[in-house]
């Protein structure tokens, strides 16, 4: 059981920035890949970034390429998202997630343990 917990969320401007933060805790020596997802009202929860735990590479949404960056710190067992230059349809439920298998790190489905979520709340 890998156990995650999000925090960091808030309510900004458009143009700022926010940094969320995921701690991990329990069997994180076989997690795969960690990620970042979110989901809008009314919307289903979507990818935002990801990161191979081992190797390190990421990957990110077409909608966050070049305002956000994923990190992971294997010494600490904690993954954060820097946010830059949010906008508006930034807003949403962002969830923290972790996943033991490969495969396509953007693919929701595959994670197999998710944190309870933090509300990041950009006003134009």
């Known amino acids: 059981q890998v156990q995650l917990v999000e925090s960091g969320g808030g309510l900004v401007q458009t143009g700022d920035s926010l940094r969320l933060s995921c701690s991990a805790s329990?069997?994180?020596?076989?997690?795969?890949?960690m990620g970042w997802f979110r989901q809008a009202p009314g919307k289903e929860r979507e990818f935002v970034a990801a990161v191979h735990w081992r190797g390190g590479s990421t990957l990110y949404a077409d909608s966050v390429k070049g305002r956000f960056t994923i990190s992971r710190d294997s010494a600490k067992n904690t993954v954060t998202l820097q946010m830059n230059n949010l906008k508006a349809e930034d807003t949403a439920v962002y969830y923290c997630?972790?996943?033991?298998?490969?495969?396509?790190?953007?693919?929701?489905?595959?994670?197999?343990?998710w944190g309870q979520g933090t509300q990041v709340t950009v006003s134009s």
């Open positions: 997630a972790s996943r033991d298998f490969s495969g396509y790190i953007n693919d929701r489905l595959g994670y197999n343990y």
């Open positions: 329990g069997r994180t020596f076989s997690s795969y890949a």
